[in-house]
């Protein structure tokens, strides 16, 4: 797994972490080097969305799945600048095909860069880049990390920062 790739799919787990909705989670390494996924649970959990004080379920629910799809390109191309590395919109464009056509599924075509500029602003609240670099990590060292080893990296007593679940990210 490439840094690039661990750092792409760990924004996908902590923000879906971060919704609260999307459980089971589990980065998998096992295939090429430069492919990996990021596995959650995409049931409609439209009565925890509720409880959490959402307005209309249903359309939280879809911006909520469209800022984890744009997740893992803003993380990747925030991982490249903290890295000094070059930037490449059309290279971190094609790493995200796959998130991108998730995004016009669950909002329609043309809302891609709005949500990514709303990832953004997620990403800079405090503690979600510390998530995000330390899952990041943990699957360049492992390879690979189940859902109860995710629980532990974003839950420990040695973390030096809070992710409650259940945020609702609109």
Not at 6 to 20: K, M
Not at 26 to 35: D, F, I, S
Not at 113 to 119: L, S
Request: hydrophobic share 45%; aromatic share 8%; charged share 25%.
């Amino acid at each position: 797994m490439t840094p690039d790739t661990a750092y792409h799919e760990a924004g996908h787990i902590v923000f879906a972490h971060l919704t609260g909705i999307c459980i089971a989670v589990k980065l998998t390494g096992e295939h090429t080097a430069t492919q990996a996924a990021a596995i959650y649970d995409r049931r409609h959990d439209l009565a925890a969305a509720r409880a959490r004080g959402a307005g209309n379920a249903e359309i939280d629910y879809a911006l909520e799945e469209a800022i984890i799809a744009a997740a893992g390109y803003v993380a990747q191309e925030r991982y490249r600048q903290c890295a000094g590395a070059t930037v490449s919109e059309d290279e971190l464009f094609r790493d995200a095909h796959g998130d991108v056509l998730a995004v016009r599924a669950a909002l329609g075509p043309l809302r891609w860069f709005e949500v990514c500029d709303k990832a953004r602003s997620y990403l800079a609240q405090p503690g979600v880049w510390q998530a995000i670099e330390r899952v990041a990590e943990a699957a360049l060292q492992r390879g690979a990390l189940s859902e109860s080893q995710l629980d532990a990296l974003l839950h420990s007593a040695d973390v030096d920062f809070d992710l409650p679940t259940g945020t609702v990210l609109r």
